[in-house]
Every structure is written in C-alpha cells, then in structure tokens.
C-alpha cells in the first residue's frame, strides 16, 4: 500500500514536471495561437458567416503595405460631397435653396448674395452664376472656385449700387463668353487676398472671349446707352491674370468706348489685351476700352503690376 503511495506521488510530480516543461516551453503568442485554436473549434458559427468590419471594408488604400500614416486614401463609395450650407455655397449644388445671406434662383441658375453677407463659395460649375444683390454690401471668397458661363450671364455680377468685397484664396477662375467680373456703373468692386492686404496669396484668372467687353469691369451695353464708366475698382491683395481677348475691352476697366478708375494698392496684376479680332483700336491692358470719350484714371499705390496691349498697356488707348 505504501509502494503503491509512492508510485502515484512520484508518477504525479512526473506530470507536474512535466506540464511544467511544457509551459515554458510556450512563447506568449504560441500559447494564444493554441487558446484562439480551442475557441474556433467550439465555435457554433461558421467563420466564413462573421461579417465583421475590416479596415477593408471602410477604406481603399492606394499604397504598398508600408505603414506610412501619410498614405492617400480613396473616398468612400456612395459618399455624397459636401453641398451648400450656411455661409457656404458649393457651386456645383444646385439643390439647396438658401443659406446665411444667400439664395439661390434653380430656374435662372444665379447665386445672389445679399447685403451683410459674408460668404465663401467654392467648387466649379458650367450650369451657375453669382450675382451680388443690388443695393448690397458684401463680402465673398473665393475658395478654390471655378465659373464658366457660355451665355449673356457674367460668371460673378456686381448689380448696380452693390459693393463686392472680394478676398482670394486657393486658385480660382471666372471664364465668360461676356465679362468675367461684371462690375457696371454704379457699382464698386475691391480685391484682396484672404491673407490680407498686400499678400499675394490667393489667385484669380478671368478671361473674356466677346470682342467688346472688359474682363474685369463693365461692358460696351452701357457706353451705347451713355453709361460708359465702369464701376471703381480696388486692388489689395492677391494675384490677378486677366485677359481680354477680343481687343476692344480692358483687361481691367472699361468695356468699349467706356471709361474706368483703377487703383492698385498691392497685390501681383498681370493684365493683356489680345487683339484676335483685329480691330484697329484696342483697349488698354488696364484702363479705358478702344475709343472712349470717358474719365480714365488709373492709380498704382504698390504692388507689381504687368501690362501688355497693342495700343496703351495703362490708361487711356488710341482713341
């Protein structure tokens, strides 16, 4: 009885050795590999039938596997862009009725901007415009913003008697079959950078394809109805390409036979009067259009300033 004591005491130190050596024998992740092991064995549900969100399944990475926080990533599919809302208008909505001191017209396809505003627009579009209110005295920036209209429709308008305070931020562009930035008798625009006066952050490229018009201005519509001035208009900041390429207009001040004041306290101008029509008279790079009878007068305060035109590159053409 008592050998037979001893033969079970020692077989259990045995075992305990022995268990003993097999457990320090085990790496840490051996021994969870073994435990994740047992758990899938008793699992009544089928792996293949967890559908458990992956990094996968949220985001699509463009990159090798090489842990870079930086790595891009594509945008969700069926995620919808964010629209216009509050003091923001994205272009491309044509959806969203209102917002803090705007509305919008979905039958014209014009964005006006009403006084007191203080808006930011951005995105692109084909489809609308931006009109600021008449009467109005607002500020607006653009934000990486891109407007191209191929009809009567100036992409942004100042309306009679409105204001436009105007700050650039990103690269932006106004593209017109007529005036890119309609700024009519009575009106008054001033630009500047977002990042304040002086700065040259903020870039805004305006072009005209109407043989007549100003790019940045007003139009020869009014000089045949004997309102040929455009409205004032203020430089500060930013950097501005404007180009005329129909001749007869301004880059920057009076559409044909109009007349503009101009002043340029900072910023970069580039401005250029291409006269692909071949007119005899062309307009001033900054300045009246061809032929006007009207007041020009064009003040630069600082900045840099680069005009090119066939006639005057600034102030008044051959009239």
């Given at each position: 009885m008592e050998k037979n004591s001893r033969s079970a005491a020692g077989r259990g130190q045995r075992i305990g050795k022995g268990f003993e050596a097999f457990i320090s024998v085990l790496h840490p992740k051996r021994l969870l590999l073994c435990v994740c092991a047992v758990l899938i064995a008793v699992s009544p549900v089928p792996i293949a039938d967890f559908n458990a969100p992956t990094a996968m399944n949220v985001f699509a990475d463009t990159t090798d596997d090489d842990d870079s926080d930086s790595a891009p990533v594509k945008a969700l599919s069926g995620v919808t862009p964010q629209q216009s809302g509050g003091a923001t208008i994205d272009l491309a909505d044509s959806a969203t009725a209102s917002g803090d001191g705007w509305t919008y017209d979905s039958g014209a396809g014009i964005f006006t901007i009403h006084d007191g505003a203080n808006v930011t627009i951005k995105g692109s579009t084909s489809k609308n415009t931006v009109e600021i209110a008449s009467g109005a005295t607002a500020t607006v920036t653009l934000y990486n913003a891109n407007i191209t209209s191929s009809n009567t429709n100036s992409p942004v308008k100042v309306n009679s008697t409105?204001?436009?305070?105007?700050?650039?931020?990103?690269?932006?562009?106004?593209?017109?079959?007529?005036?890119?930035?309609?700024?009519?008798?009575?009106?008054?625009?001033?630009?500047?950078?977002?990042?304040?006066?002086?700065?040259?952050?903020?870039?805004?490229?305006?072009?005209?394809?109407?043989?007549?018009?100003?790019?940045?201005?007003?139009?020869?519509?009014?000089?045949?109805?004997?309102?040929?001035?455009?409205?004032?208009?203020?430089?500060?900041?930013?950097?501005?390409?404007?180009?005329?390429?129909?001749?007869?207009?301004?880059?920057?001040?009076?559409?044909?036979?109009?007349?503009?004041?101009?002043?340029?306290?900072?910023?970069?101008?580039?401005?250029?009067?291409?006269?692909?029509?071949?007119?005899?008279?062309?307009?001033?790079?900054?300045?009246?259009?061809?032929?006007?009878?009207?007041?020009?007068?064009?003040?630069?305060?600082?900045?840099s300033v680069y005009a090119s035109a066939r006639d005057a590159a600034i102030g008044e053409n051959g009239s």
């Open positions: 409105a204001t436009l305070n105007l700050k650039l931020k990103g690269a932006n562009s106004l593209t017109g079959a007529r005036t890119a930035l309609y700024v009519p008798n009575g009106a008054a625009l001033n630009i500047t950078s977002a990042d304040g006066a002086g700065s040259i952050k903020g870039v805004l490229d305006a072009t005209t394809s109407d043989s007549h018009d100003a790019t940045i201005g007003n139009r020869r519509d009014e000089s045949n109805s004997g309102n040929g001035m455009a409205g004032p208009i203020t430089i500060n900041g930013g950097t501005i390409n404007a180009i005329a390429t129909g001749g007869c207009g301004a880059a920057i001040g009076g559409g044909d036979q109009s007349g503009a004041t101009v002043v340029i306290n900072g910023g970069a101008i580039y401005a250029s009067v291409n006269n692909q029509s071949g007119y005899a008279q062309n307009g001033a790079a900054i300045g009246g259009g061809a032929a006007t009878n009207k007041t020009v007068s064009v003040t630069i305060r600082g900045g």
